[in-house]
């Protein structure tokens, strides 16, 4: 079985090897890479449910390799691996894996657990280790990794590149040197390949750059990955609140970053709520309780709606033709304000707009909005004038115009409010603004109906 590009499918021979060739299982594992072999893992877990199978795949690994292995599965896979792990070999597990993934993987562990292991490990991985998994959750010190290459200032280029040189096989990056003053403050910082270049005599203080991109332990993930985007940065150096250096914030886990919010913020967008597996993962009951609140207070909201089209029941009798527009009506107006909204929470997520933008974006909104609806309106308008001659292609037309200004207006301005009141913004996409706009479409539609057709 191959591949594409001819080379051997050594997942499927791994597949075969497993409880027969064990030889022949060690040797296939050394050729693939360790995200490849957590992701046959996961395949095997998923496909068989044999957990046994995985962890005689992971014995046959080296333990540094087992240990980058552990830091590319998902949190439930994790948690299940190590749960029939004895506490020695999770011990060495947890030693030879980065900073950053023996934090996450530590916050996975019963409490008691955490304890005994923290008992038999070294004192300096100790207490990194409590260090990292003391910070908040979704901050810039609970991604960090404080596996990085620092050396102190002072030092000539020759003497700086033998220091890289002893701290480079345990650091997660090499490509960004920090230079640390005696308080182990952020002084500056140079790349590895103005220290290659350089001249062995050059002083470091004389080339580094001193005005360093950094940012604090308490700052927000998404900031974090904004500023990595923004000046296209391979790490971060995250300082704490004495501006002493305790980590970096590599690309790699500002794509998961990035990842992870843009699934939270669809998740949100849709009235779900946050899934810690994934939907793949999710028990049928935590499904049904992230999906019912909301929907039972949508329905509450759909009751709006209802009584909006009853106080209205008199016209509705003299006037059926009203009923064949008001899905539409109010489906226009819901597509606009989801429209809107989707916007606007992408830009206060990617930093693109802020609150002080408010004004500006609602002048602007006006505008296209009553262009969109009016041309919207322009397009129903031979419909209604079929279905009920000109009086009624009037109030359409009408409503069709005020219904989609109003679902943008308000599409464009739910976001902002929520934001102001430090509620996330993407709660305001998907079914809350069509709920609103259709109690709302209703309102306008035969309000606009009464008033035009009051003498008919």
């Not at 333990?63 to 552990?70: A, P």
Request: hydrophobic residues 50%.
């Amino acid at each position: 079985m191959t591949r594409g590009n001819n080379q051997p499918d050594h997942k499927a021979i791994v597949l075969a090897a497993l409880g027969q060739d064990h030889q022949e299982l060690a040797e296939h594992l050394a050729e693939i890479r360790a995200a490849d072999i957590a992701e046959l893992l996961e395949e095997l877990v998923d496909q068989q449910d044999d957990m046994t199978g995985a962890l005689v795949l992971l014995e046959h690994l080296p333990l540094i390799r087992r240990s980058h292995v552990y830091g590319h599965l998902p949190k439930w896979l994790q948690k299940s691996l190590v749960e029939r792990l004895t506490d020695q070999a999770l011990l060495e597990i947890l030693e030879e894996m980065s900073g950053d993934d023996r934090a996450d993987l530590y916050h996975l562990l019963e409490i008691d657990r955490r304890e005994a292991l923290l008992r038999r490990m070294a004192h300096r991985k100790r207490e990194e280790l409590r260090r990292l998994a003391s910070y908040e959750e979704g901050t810039a010190g609970a991604v960090m990794t404080s596996d990085y290459v620092a050396i102190p200032s002072g030092l000539t280029a020759a003497q700086a590149l033998m220091r890289v040189r002893q701290t480079a096989p345990d650091a997660e990056t090499v490509y960004q040197i920090y230079v640390l003053d005696d308080g182990g403050q952020l002084a500056g910082t140079w790349s590895l390949r103005q220290l290659l270049v350089a001249r062995p005599s050059a002083y470091i203080d004389d080339l580094m750059i001193k005005d360093v991109i950094h940012t604090q332990v308490d700052t927000p993930r998404e900031e974090v990955a904004r500023l990595v985007a923004r000046y296209d940065l391979l790490a971060v150096p995250v300082v704490d609140e004495k501006e002493r250096m305790v980590g970096i914030v590599t690309h790699d886990d500002v794509l998961d970053v990035v990842q992870a919010e843009a699934t939270e913020d669809i998740h949100k967008g849709a009235s779900i709520g946050v899934l810690e597996n994934g939907v793949g993962r999710t028990s049928l009951w935590s499904l049904y309780r992230k999906r019912i609140v909301w929907l039972v207070l949508l329905v509450f909201g759909n009751l709006f709606s209802g009584a909006g089209i009853a106080y209205f029941e008199d016209l509705i009798a003299a006037q059926v033709a009203l009923v064949f527009f008001l899905p539409l009506l109010i489906d226009s107006g819901g597509n606009a304000g989801a429209q809107a909204s989707t916007l606007t929470v992408r830009g206060l997520a990617t930093g693109d707009i802020a609150f002080k933008d408010w004004g500006k974006l609602l002048g602007r909104e006006l505008l296209i909005a009553a262009g969109l609806g009016l041309s919207m309106a322009l397009a129903v308008s031979p419909i209604g004038f079929m279905r009920g001659g000109e009086m009624l292609m009037l109030v359409v037309a009408m409503s069709m115009t005020i219904i989609v200004l109003a679902g943008s207006l308000l599409g464009l301005c739910l976001p902002f409010v929520l934001d102001r009141l430090g509620w996330d913004p993407a709660t305001a996409s998907g079914p809350l603004v069509t709920t609103l706009i259709d109690a709302c479409g209703v309102v306008i539609y035969f309000g606009i109906a009464s008033l035009v057709m009051a003498n008919i």
